[in-house]
Nanobody, 112 residues
Framework: QVQLVESGGGLVQTGGSLRLACAAS?????MGWYRQAPGNQRELVAF???????SYADSVLGRFTISRDNAKNTVYLQRNSLKPEGTAVYYC?????????WGQGTQVAVSS
């Protein structure tokens, strides 16, 4: 069974940086980060596609970077120049063997 475990959330000031990590129990190519702010739907933040290419939400381009350590089955999200609207629960999501998997989420709060 695939398990995704996020870490690295917390409280940070506007303009600060934070790195999130998502460790998978197996090696997964298609994996990335989503977020859900209060009252909003879950949205894509950054994602690794099967060929290794990446996608980013327009709102985070130039500020967030997704990376991975294949030896650790871990995907990271480096978040710089944080804004209050970045306050949300961040989820790791993955597609593996025709199924979709989600982590439990990690809360990130950006104070103004």
């Amino acid at each position: 069974q695939v398990q995704l475990v996020e870490s690295g959330g917390g409280l940070v000031q506007t303009g600060g940086s934070l790195r999130l990590a998502c460790a998978a129990s197996v090696s997964i190519n298609r994996m990335g980060w989503y977020r859900q702010a209060p009252g909003n739907q879950r949205e894509l933040v950054a994602f690794f596609h099967s060929g290794g290419s990446t996608s980013y939400a327009d709102s985070v381009l130039g500020r967030f970077t997704i990376s991975r350590d294949n030896a650790k089955n871990t995907v990271y999200l480096q978040r710089n120049s944080l804004k209050p609207e970045g306050t949300a629960v961040y989820y790791c999501g993955a597609y593996y063997s025709s199924s979709e998997y989600w982590g439990q989420g990690t809360q990130v709060a950006v104070s103004s």
